[in-house]
């Protein structure tokens, strides 16, 4: 499996770590912005990104989830509970499957980017 998405324990949260400028993920964003002019893969359009994807397929997985992207990451987290570990390995499952699929990743920013609300 790649090791540019993962789920990580940290206090009282679970964590979801997403290395955006990992060679794939990067490769992937190239061809989103490609699609759409604003779809800057940066870790802030990531979690714009997911913010929407999130609210269409499964909407359950953003009730508690906390971005904290950065340029070069994304970061979500979630209050430490055993429902929420699974909705963290849920949300790295979709993430993985985003970039392993690029161009599903770069079909739903060309149908659907004027509906995000990037960065």
């Known amino acids: 499996m ?8 940290y206090g009282d949260n679970v964590g979801i770590s997403f290395d955006v400028e990992a060679e794939k993920p990067f490769r992937v964003g190239e061809q989103m912005n490609a ?3 604003m779809a800057y893969m940066n870790g802030y359009n990531w979690a714009a990104l997911l913010d929407w994807y999130l609210a269409q397929r499964d909407p ?7 971005h904290d992207p950065e340029a ?18 849920k949300v790295v ?15 739903l920013v060309r149908e659907h980017g004027d509906d995000i609300e990037w960065d």
């Open 60 to 66: 359950a997985l953003l009730e508690g989830l906390e």
């Open 72 to 89: 070069g990451s994304y970061a979500g987290y979630y209050h430490l509970t055993p429902e929420n570990e699974a909705k963290a390995a």
């Open 93 to 107: 499952e979709l993430i993985r499957a985003l970039v392993e699929d690029g161009e599903e990743a770069c079909r």
């Open 35 to 37: 699609a759409h002019e």
């Open 2 to 9: 790649s090791d540019y998405v993962s789920v990580f324990r």
